[in-house]
């Protein structure tokens, strides 16, 4: 069956980085559409970015424009997220999940916090 | 952007009620590209709905969805315990948008 597991997420201080990894099994990665989607409880549910099977980044929030950066190595099944200048309202749980439209296939995510 | 406003924040209903989720789009959500997910306490959320009718494979017929342009609705019809949670809507009208509902919470009465 589908598995999506994320890893990376932490405590990081505002303005600092991290990079959020996800590795599939149970498909044939490189067929899929990946997205990343995050969650607070204030905000709810954000669609944070998606990207082709290609490689080819095609959304990102405009929250996350110019700071976060998708990417995907098929090779390894893995989905990337660099996330750059990161502040409070970053702070959120971070979902992988598979396509672009809905999303049938979501990982349990991984919690990023930004705090001093 | 398209915003997506869900009501009745809150539903208080028994099993074997009726729940009837509506959804609300702020513009025209082309192609009826409109999907609902059901969320339960420390869960990710599973799909239910997508292209606003269409049932995911596995997902009871209880469940069913409508709607199109900018109003969508979510029935379920004769709520059974487990499907007390939280729902939200979601469009995918382009690719350059994608948003969701603020959600609506199932509660037992």
């Known amino acids: 069956q589908v598995q999506l597991v994320e890893s990376g997420g932490g405590l990081v201080n505002p303005g600092g980085s991290l990079r959020l990894s996800c590795v599939a099994s149970g498909l044939t990665f490189s067929d899929y559409y990946m997205s990343w989607i995050r969650q607070t409880p204030r905000k709810g549910l954000e669609w944070v970015s998606y990207i082709d099977p290609s490689g080819r980044p095609i959304y990102y929030a405009d929250s996350v424009k110019g700071r976060f950066t998708i990417s995907r190595d098929n090779a390894k099944n893995s989905l990337y997220l660099q996330m750059n200048s990161l502040g409070a309202e970053d702070t959120a749980l971070y979902y992988c999940?598979?396509?672009?439209?809905?999303?049938?296939?979501w990982g349990q995510g991984t919690t990023v916090s930004v705090s001093s | 952007e398209i915003v997506l406003t869900q009501s009745p924040g809150t539903l208080s209903l028994s099993p074997g009620e009726r729940a009837t989720l509506s959804c609300r789009a702020s513009q025209s959500v082309s192609n009826s590209f409109l999907a609902w997910y059901q969320q339960k306490p420390g869960q990710a959320p599973r799909l239910l709905i997508y292209h606003a009718s269409n049932r995911v494979v596995g997902i009871p017929d209880r469940f069913s969805g409508s709607g199109s342009e900018t109003d969508f609705t979510l029935t379920i019809s004769r709520l059974e315990p487990e499907d007390f949670a939280v729902y939200y809507c979601q469009q995918y009208s382009s690719s350059s948008s994608r948003t969701f509902g603020q959600g609506t919470k199932v509660e037992f009465k």
């Open positions: 999940a598979r396509g672009h439209h809905g999303l049938e296939f």
